[in-house]
């Protein structure tokens, strides 16, 4: 009940509005549906569009009376405040069987049903790392699901802005059939940025797909787009040339050892897109794609490369060898590279010199991320380089690794290398090298 002449309520009843949804903002709803019961003032301020506008909706994998409240929540929340919706994430963490992908399927029926009806301001949905190809599955919910989206993506097309599906894992028909839907009736959609890294299941040659290119021809002003190399052809620069190259200006490109990478892409094509979009950056992210002749049939010169990872994962392949890679392919790219991460199994190959060497070439190089096996002077070097300005890195991580489980000589000899340089590492550097047993 409301009391105003309660000296220990009066300050908070005077508190602007501005100031109580900022207060409000903080708040779980748990502890908002309490103070939305204090007064009033307080259970207007609740329903304020602004406290509602970003969602983040999380559904655990595994059975308990807890997460099944999570389920509950979700849709009482939409039914309340889904009209206020702008961002919406939605996470499903490790499904453990057909049951929970049965119930969140139901659920996300509802939840989308409702939120299709009620709200015209969302443009950003994000639902990542589905894995719809996993047993837990089953085909008749997973069909219902990829339905329930895509009637709801034709319904928000117009709106959305942003999509991430990174990890649906569906196949060709079902993913064009999902991306077809944000054209729905127009015949074209102005989303301006798509995530579908791992959106189509594996061993899929995209590449050679009219279906997809028909697709990705009605997305008209794409600025950034992150997929897979298995979606890349001639036939897909032509397309983004032809339609978004006014507003492109990242290509987030994943090349995975399981994914079809064989495909002839010319050099031209990148060379007609870097010219119709100046803005354009590509990243590469390599997963146990190391071998240089796969490599080289990717990074050609003329891609505009600001950002490369390199990931073996820890397998170690006596027939791929790191150097030629160092030394021939990477320095193609010295005056635009701007970021570079090796996380690489290289037990049997010394880099130090070769990487110090293309450390120094990459004259706009400012980020500086290395898992391999190194000796602990190639810190010295590179910091004694960095002091005297022949490279303008600002971050360096290190991982060192080493086949020997006792490191303390190595951490001793690090701790040393870091009172010789701590003036420039604490002003001027994100830094942090540690050494890790390999054994």
């Known amino acids: 009940m409301e009391d105003d002449s309660d000296p220990e309520q009066s300050c908070w009843a005077g508190l602007p509005d501005v100031c109580l949804r900022h207060v409000f903002h903080w708040l779980d709803d748990r502890d908002r549906s309490r103070a939305a019961l204090v007064c009033k003032k307080w259970s207007r301020a609740m329903y304020s569009g602004s406290l509602w506008r970003t969602r983040t909706i999380t559904f655990n994998g595994r059975p308990s009376r807890a ?14 405040f889904g009209k206020y919706l702008e961002h919406l994430e939605i996470k499903l963490l490790n ?5 929970l992908t049965r119930k969140f399927q139901v659920t996300m029926r509802g939840l989308l049903s409702h939120l299709g009806k009620c709200n015209s301001r969302l443009v950003s949905l994000s639902i990542q ?15 219902q699901f990829i339905k329930n989206l895509g009637t709801f993506l034709k319904r928000m097309g117009k709106h959305l802005d942003y ?6 894992r569906v196949t060709l028909e079902e993913g064009c059939e999902l991306l077809n839907s944000l054209s729905y009736l127009r015949n ?3 989303i301006s940025e798509v995530n579908i890294e791992d959106f189509f299941s594996l061993h899929l040659p995209i590449y050679s797909s009219t279906l997809f290119h028909q697709v990705v021809s009605k997305f008209q002003s794409l600025v950034i787009l992150t997929f897979n190399y298995n979606c890349i052809s001639d036939e897909l620069l032509d397309i983004l040339c032809k339609h978004s190259a006014h507003s492109l200006c990242t290509l987030n490109i994943k090349c995975h050892i399981h994914d079809p990478h064989g495909q002839v892409v010319w050099g031209m094509s990148w060379t007609n897109l870097a010219r119709r979009a100046p803005q354009l950056n590509v990243n590469f992210f390599f997963e146990r794609v190391m071998k240089h002749d796969h490599l080289a049939r990717i990074l050609l010169v003329e891609i505009p490369i600001r950002s490369i990872s390199l990931r073996s994962c820890y397998f170690s392949d006596p027939d791929w060898t790191m150097r ?13 590279l701007q970021k ?10 010394l880099l130090d010199d070769e990487l110090l060497q293309l450390i120094l070439s990459c004259k706009r190089l400012f980020f ?66 540690i050494t890790y047993p390999m054994v």
Not at 95 to 99: E, Q
Not at 163 to 168: C, M, T
Not at 370 to 386: D, G, H, P, Y
Request: aromatic letters at 12%; a positive charge; charged letters at 30%.
């Open 324 to 336: 030629p890679t160092l030394v021939n392919l990477l320095p193609a790219y010295r005056h635009v």
């Open 163 to 168: 999509l991430n599906l990174k990890g649906a």
């Open 340 to 349: 570079l991460t090796l996380e690489v199994n290289n037990d049997h190959e």
């Open 129 to 143: 790392h589905l894995e719809l190809d996993r047993m837990v599955w089953k085909s008749m919910v997973r069909a």
């Open 188 to 190: 074209k959609t102005f």
């Open 368 to 433: 500086l991320k290395v898992w391999a096996f190194l000796s602990i002077t190639f810190m010295e070097k590179l910091l004694q380089n960095r002091s005297e300005k022949k490279c303008i890195l600002t971050t360096i991580k290190v991982r060192i690794y080493t086949a020997r489980h006792e490191t303390s000589e190595e951490d001793r000899l690090l701790r040393d290398i870091y009172k010789k340089f701590k003036y420039l590492i604490d002003s001027e550097l994100n830094y942090f090298v």
């Open 67 to 80: 997460h099944t409240f999570e389920f509950e929540t979700a849709l009482w929340y939409v039914k309340k």
């Open 95 to 99: 499904p453990y069987n057909a049951v």
